[in-house]
């Protein structure tokens, strides 16, 4: 029993290394120097992103969350060969022990832990996207190892975790693309010339100024029970103008609506209606 319990306090002893040999100082310095360079990329990427050209800036925001895991990695690298005595069976013994541990204590921290690497490679959204999670829709303003932050219209800041991948939709309106479609409903009184409705819905898109000339402008339309839906859907030039833009074309399309000799119909009167048609 005793040569037993002698074996196992040696085996525990020598998954570490002796304590006189340990550099406590070396670790802070290594961890200080972590925090410190990840903190200047999480400044300094976005600031230059914020300023440089339209183009360059999903790419310098995508790189943080790249970067940051690095640097996380080398420092860990870095830090347990001065802890532990490194040989495959005490890696094998140490990757156990810290499996069971992490698997009952944080099963979902380390969900969305996962969750977060799976998301840098497969890229569901990065920072800049525009993104739909469980009907949160805003921009992605900064990509974490647990969660991401959105910025809704409203300017509200919302925290979702990397495992909402698991069991939720994700719905990305830009996917890394430098711009994204807005479009802008009209509902119109069906007695009306619908070639000419569409011709001007065409005209306010084209001189719009928030307008991306490299992408196509395009009006649709659908008869509904009570009315016509137009849909003038156009991309703009900064997606965070997208806001501008939409209310620039549902303004300046209603009057053009209304110059083409046809009846806009709000969603308030289009609800009465369809009340009175239910009734």
């Known amino acids: ?6 074996a196992t306090q040696e085996k525990a002893a020598s998954l570490f290394n002796e304590l006189q040999d340990i550099s406590f100082v070396q670790i802070a310095l290594i961890l200080l120097l972590s925090f410190a360079t990840i903190w200047v990329v999480r400044r300094t990427i976005p600031f ?39 040989t495959l069976q005490n890696f094998l013994v140490i990757a156990g022990a810290a ?16 969750a977060g690497i799976v998301a840098i490679f497969e890229r569901p959204y990065g920072p800049g996207d525009w993104v739909e999670v469980d009907g949160d829709y805003g921009e992605v303003i900064s990509l974490g190892m647990r969660a991401i932050r959105l910025r809704t219209p409203s300017d509200d800041i919302i925290t979702v975790p990397h495992d909402s991948i698991w069991s ?4 990305n309106a ?13 509902y119109v009184e069906p ?16 001189t719009s100024a928030y307008l991306d000339y490299r992408r196509p402008v395009l009006v649709v339309l659908k008869e509904t029970e009570f009315a016509t839906h137009y849909q003038l859907k156009a991309y703009p030039f900064d997606m965070r103008d997208q806001f501008k833009f939409i ?12 110059a083409a000799g046809a009846k806009p119909v709000s969603m308030n009167a289009l609800a009465v209606i369809q009340d009175r048609g239910a009734g």
Request: charged letters at 20%; one cysteine or more; a positive charge.
């Open 1 to 6: 029993m005793d040569e037993t319990l002698d």
């Open 48 to 86: 230059l992103a914020d300023r440089g050209p339209s183009r360059l800036r999903l790419y310098l925001l995508r790189a943080v969350p790249i970067l940051r895991m690095v640097i996380i990695l080398t420092a860990l690298l870095w830090i347990i060969p001065l802890i532990f005595n490194i």
């Open 99 to 114: 499996s069971v541990a992490i698997g009952f204590a944080f099963k979902d921290y380390v969900s969305s832990l996962i």
């Open 168 to 171: 939720n939709n994700i719905s």
């Open 174 to 186: 830009n996917s890394g693309a430098q711009t994204l479609m807005c479009v802008a409903h009209f």
């Open 191 to 206: 007695s009306h010339d619908a070639a000419a409705v569409r011709a001007r819905l065409t005209d306010i898109a084209l």
């Open 247 to 258: 209310s620039d074309l549902t303004e300046r399309g209603k009057n053009a609506i209304k």
